[in-house]
């Protein structure tokens, strides 16, 4: 048996009827073929069908149009997929590995080359202590002649470049720079600005620039940590780059690497699917194109599996070891043919006559189909998504744009003193509140504080290689002493640390964590720790603002838990050495409609990718990695 003639499954199967779907139902045809006799042939056909769809009505959108293969990495897959984007039609295929032939991946990794002198020298001799293949050097190469016209014609990236390249090559003691500082300069500069100015609410193939940098971003943090490189000395100077280029970015790139993929939505607009038929299991789409239809049925198990199964399993199989591989080929192209809701279309050559060439004979060219019938729009995800007060709601309201960038594109947080700071404070002090909620606070001391201190400081580094100067770290822990002294007559009322709350919206859910619960016996007090400068409330009360409204609806809902009124709500300021650390607000009940509804608002704001408003809080903008692109560096 060759598994040509399998569609009769024999006594293997429940008999079925299988019946149209839901309207709108095609009056004649729903299945078509398409192509030629060679993948030029094929590829144009293609091209053809889509606009005609488009032409004709029956499409809208082009993310109602999916074409599904064996592999989206094939010959076949990448020869349309890269027809289609050349005559204007987007494609979104995440799982192709065309990640390291994106324009802006090779500038960029350009440019960052050409920062590090000594491995100018190395790549153009090919002299390396880590050597690389000539492949790997040859698209190197590529990268450097694609970043070279960018500095060539903007004088202030060049000059950015060989600053950053003087003061490697200067380097006579250890820094302070990191290598995401310097690929966050780099990208402040042509073309990079245009990409990082695209709106979130145009298609993927508009943003697919930003979010490969925002993944270069990711990459060489991940880097710094593996490498235990994370800033430039004069002891790596020369085996940095190497370490990067020659060994970490060798891997994923020989690898290969999916492009930006977006969970919550499976067909972005603007763009056609291409995906591979697993990839596809549980989805549908209006117009289904199916390739690799010159694929063949994939070889059993290996025999050392078969004799394993033999031995072990009891149970005779249920189909014959023989067929498996037929049945399973057909399997999977069901499933790809199911996906269909409205027009399926096999995509065809002369190479792929083997098993469906007699179906190619029967089946009607698309170039028929003429039917005015608008097809089903893509079919949404409704899923409710879950906000933080602090890392969403909190950043949003500081800068939208810094939210667009860091939470949205997802680009890399370049770990700095301000970050270690909150760390280390708010780690001690839960285990300083959670030892006196356990009853142990006669035993509370100095020396136990630095212990735990220490403690958090050893496990941070060990998290991000993040490392502080004795004077750092003697500042950081001066700011807990100072709570600890300032608050010994307070420290009994402790009750709850940390503790989670979460307000479910019919819209979205809303999450907080209450850094401090204390217990007054008849009332409640909730105090929220800040580790930056205490604002002048009196000269700047927006400053405190959205802290204000986030601890309305954090006392509100510890209220309804615990049963008990909150009275006040506290922010208190640990870098406060001089003064009252306190900014405390009294609470009423009237107030929390407001505060949700403003929070809402916020929240709106972000699902509608309106990152448009100007930055309210200076102070974020000091630490931000993006200030060198908006000018604030």
Excluded at 18 to 26: D, H, N, R, S, W
Aim: hydrophobic share 35%.
């Amino acid at each position: 048996m060759d598994g040509l003639n399998l569609f009769n499954w024999n006594r293997y199967r429940y008999d079925k009827t299988i019946k149209p779907g839901k309207p709108p139902l095609l009056p004649e045809r729903s299945v078509y073929a398409c192509g030629g006799d060679s993948i030029d042939e094929e590829k144009e056909e293609l091209l053809n069908m889509v606009t005609h769809l488009m032409k004709n009505s029956n499409i809208t959108n082009y993310n109602q149009v999916a074409f599904l293969f064996r592999s989206v990495k094939s010959e076949e897959a990448t020869t349309i997929g890269e027809y289609f984007e050349a005559n204007g039609i987007p494609v979104y295929s995440p799982r192709s590995d065309m990640f390291f032939e994106r324009t802006e991946v090779k500038q960029i990794l350009g440019c960052l080359m050409m920062c590090f002198q000594s491995y100018l020298v190395s790549l153009k001799s090919g002299d390396f202590r880590r050597p690389i293949s000539k492949g790997l050097r040859e698209y190197y190469i590529t990268c450097l002649k694609a970043a070279l016209p960018l500095a060539k014609a903007d004088a202030k990236l060049m000059s950015a470049i060989e600053r950053t390249k003087k003061m490697i090559v200067e380097l006579k003691n250890d820094s302070d720079t990191t290598l995401l500082d310097v690929f966050y300069r780099l990208i402040a500069f042509e073309p990079f600005r245009t990409h990082l100015s695209a709106k979130l609410n145009d298609n993927i193939s508009k943003t697919r620039a930003a979010r490969n940098l925002s993944e270069i971003s990711r990459m060489l943090s991940k880097f710094a940590f593996l490498h235990e490189m994370h800033q430039l000395t004069v002891r790596n100077k020369h085996t940095l780059p190497e370490e990067l280029f020659n060994v970490y970015l060798k891997y994923m790139i020989e690898d290969g690497v999916g492009e930006y993929e977006d969970a919550s939505e499976y067909a972005p607009e603007g763009c056609v699917s291409f995906m591979t038929i697993h990839q596809s299991k549980g989805l549908e789409f209006p117009v289904v194109v199916v390739g690799s239809l010159g694929s063949v049925p994939k070889r059993n198990s290996d025999s050392l599996m078969y004799s394993a199964e033999s031995r072990f399993f009891h149970r005779r199989p249920f189909e014959p070891m023989s067929d498996i591989k037929y049945f399973d080929f057909w399997r999977l192209y069901y499933t790809a043919f199911s996906r269909a809701q409205n027009l399926l279309v096999l995509s065809k050559k002369k190479a792929d006559s083997k098993y469906f060439g007699e179906y190619f004979d029967i089946l009607p060219d698309v170039s028929d189909f003429t039917e005015r019938v608008r097809f089903a729009d893509v079919k949404s995800v409704n899923n409710k998504n879950t906000y933080s007060f602090t890392s969403h709601i909190a950043v949003y309201d500081d800068c939208p744009k810094q939210y667009m960038f860091m939470r949205e594109y997802g680009f890399a947080k370049n770990f700095q003193v301000h970050s270690s700071v909150g760390t280390l404070v708010h780690a001690t002090l839960e285990d300083m509140n959670n030892f006196i909620i356990d009853g142990c606070e006669q035993q509370l001391s100095e020396e136990l504080l630095k212990e735990w201190f220490h403690k958090h400081y050893e496990e941070m580094y060990d998290e991000t290689g993040f490392s502080l100067t004795d004077e750092e770290r003697e500042d950081v822990f001066s700011q807990v002493c100072r709570y600890y002294h300032s608050r010994i007559n307070d420290l009994h009322f402790a009750w709850k640390a940390e503790e989670e709350i979460e307000l479910v919206l019919p819209e979205f859910i809303m999450q907080g964590v209450v850094d401090l619960i204390e217990n007054h016996g008849e009332y409640l007090e909730i105090i929220d720790y800040k580790t930056g400068p205490k604002p002048d409330i009196i000269m700047n009360p927006e400053k405190i603002a959205h802290y204000k409204r986030q601890l309305e609806v954090y006392a509100y809902l510890v209220g309804k838990r615990f049963g008990k009124r909150v009275s006040r709500m506290h922010l208190y300021y640990t870098n406060c050495k001089d003064g009252d650390p306190f900014i405390t607000f009294e609470w009423s009940k009237d107030s929390i409609e407001k505060a949700v509804s403003e929070i809402t608002g916020i929240i709106r704001k972000i699902e509608a990718k309106d990152f448009d408003g100007s930055v309210k809080n200076a102070y974020a903008c000091a630490y931000c990695e993006m200030r060198h692109l908006c000018g604030k560096g």
